[in-house]
């Protein structure tokens, strides 16, 4: 007769197969961010910590519904008891205990809820210990927040997620702060794929902020504001019958698949992104809004530089885990072999078939043309033809045998603007032109450091086929800064 008897495992080399379960950096931040949305916060600060000859520290703080003890208790259990709510962007249970100590040695948690704070942690010597988590009193949480900078965080409630010595991107470096700007630019690309319907609003509207916190002297450098990064933040289609849903047979309940074809020539960092066009192309898989995975054929086709204008935003209904075998770090979709034999048998609503879409997306790579934004672009008329050929000179332009030409001229209208653009144009506000000129007289090549610097300002506008409303934005945002500032300076 068989016995049963408790066999604990070796905790030490649990620790280390844990610690091993493969997150890169950024994504294992991002499931930290995920927590974060789940409990419904709408702020979300990252922040690097230096400390001179020491690896680097990390904190995540959020301003969502926090915890209190006995749902911090069960939240830092391996496996913990998560909600079964199918709109939550966590899912096991496992990912902030293993997101962390996949980067960092030790981990603490720190929350506010109902006016108390708590605070657990994973420290290297009660994991091998026999993983037995450390209960700070709410003194030491808020020691802990001091250290961090965020004593004056938490105050009614949220969350904050510090991982101390870091030991895959935080070893201790001769100019620590140049590391950490190379650290914040790829978080700033993946963060900003990865959450970029919540930082635009079309979900839930958060904003995430990156910023640098020195321990010895105290202070925080200046933060860094994510933007999203929408692959699918075209201005203009490629092809006038897209974007275009397809309807997948028997899986119309679960999942929702629209076709983009971007426009050739395409510069925006939008097209780009990180990797490359080429590998950018093909599915991109949303759960609850979340990118899962951007780019990729998963078995549909290869890759092929001529498709490489072809995306196609996936929406996943979250009780869908299973049959694409979503892991718990969430970065990867899996497709059945019937769902990918249903995708490539779909059609549009008006009956266009997926075969005929990667067909058009082809022809619009192939038809590339000679863009305005492949054009050069010079000053013209209201600047002197000696800082003209300045200018002609720096651009390395001098032998270019086409060009195009921004001329300025001084015009009127509303007093609430600086300047406005047309298609070959900067029109000037002349209601300021007396304030930019400092009492000088003027003429027709007045003012022109203000034009060279509207110049460069807004090439990449002249660059754009048409003025999107995110152009006009950036235009209308200019000019309310540059109206203060002119203000300012008469005051």
């Known amino acids: 007769m068989s016995i049963e008897e408790k066999l604990p495992p070796n905790f030490s080399k649990l620790d280390i197969a844990l610690r091993s379960i493969g997150y890169s950096f950024e994504v294992a931040i991002a499931d930290i961010i995920d927590n974060a949305i789940d409990a419904h916060a709408t702020k979300v600060l990252v922040r690097f910590i230096i400390k001179r000859d020491s690896p680097l520290d990390i904190v995540i703080s959020d301003d969502g519904w926090g915890m209190d003890e006995s749902t911090l208790k069960e939240a830092m259990r391996f496996g913990a008891d998560v909600s079964e709510q199918l709109d939550r962007l966590g899912k096991f249970g496992l990912g902030l205990k293993l997101a962390s100590l996949s980067q960092a040695r030790e981990l603490r948690v720190f929350s506010m809820k109902g006016g108390k704070l708590s605070g657990r942690g994973w420290l290297e010597e009660g994991i091998t210990r026999g993983f037995t988590s450390s209960v700070f009193d709410q003194g030491e949480c808020r020691a802990g927040l001091q250290q961090v900078g965020l ?80 692959p699918f933040g075209y201005d203009t289609t490629g092809q006038k019958s897209f974007p275009d849903k397809f309807l997948v047979q028997g899986y119309q309940e679960r999942i929702s698949l629209i076709a983009h074809i971007w426009p050739a020539n395409a510069k925006q960092p939008e097209y780009k992104l990180p990797g490359g066009a080429n590998a950018r192309q093909g599915f991109y898989f949303y759960r609850n809004d979340r990118l899962i995975q951007g780019g990729g054929w998963n078995g549909i086709r290869e890759a092929d530089p001529h498709f ?47 075969k005929k879409y990667l067909s058009l997306a082809e022809i619009a790579y192939r038809s590339k043309s000679k863009l305005p934004s492949e054009i050069p672009l010079a000053l013209g008329e209201g600047i002197s033809k000696r800082l003209q050929q300045v200018v002609l000179k720096e651009l390395g332009l001098k032998t270019a045998k086409r060009i195009r030409r921004l001329n300025f001229e001084w015009c009127d209208f509303s007093d609430d603007s600086l300047f406005d653009v047309d298609a070959h144009t900067i029109m000037l506000n002349r209601v300021y032109r007396r304030s930019l000129l400092h009492g000088l007289a003027g003429s027709s090549t007045d003012a022109p450091v203000t034009k060279c610097l509207l110049f460069l300002l807004l090439r990449e506008v002249f660059y754009s086929e048409r003025v999107s409303s995110r152009v006009r934005e950036k235009i209308d945002q200019a000019n309310r800064i540059l109206v203060a500032a002119i203000k300012h300076e008469r005051s």
């Open 308 to 354: 490489s204008l072809a995306r196609i935003s996936v929406d996943l209904s979250p009780d869908f885990d299973v049959e694409v075998s979503l892991d718990v770090k969430k970065i990867e979709v899996q497709l059945p072999s019937p769902l990918v034999k249903a995708i490539q048998e779909s059609k549009t609503r008006s009956g266009m078939d997926f």
């Open 151 to 230: 004593s004056n965080q938490l105050t009614k409630s949220g969350t904050a997620v510090l991982w101390s010595r870091l030991y895959r991107v935080g070893q201790s470096h001769s100019e620590p702060e140049e590391h950490v700007q190379r650290l914040i630019s790829r978080l700033k690309d993946y963060l900003g794929l990865a959450f970029h319907r919540f930082l635009r609003g079309l979900a839930r509207e958060i904003s995430i902020t990156i910023d640098v916190f020195d321990a010895d002297l105290g202070k925080t450098g200046i933060p860094v504001f994510l933007k999203p990064l929408d």
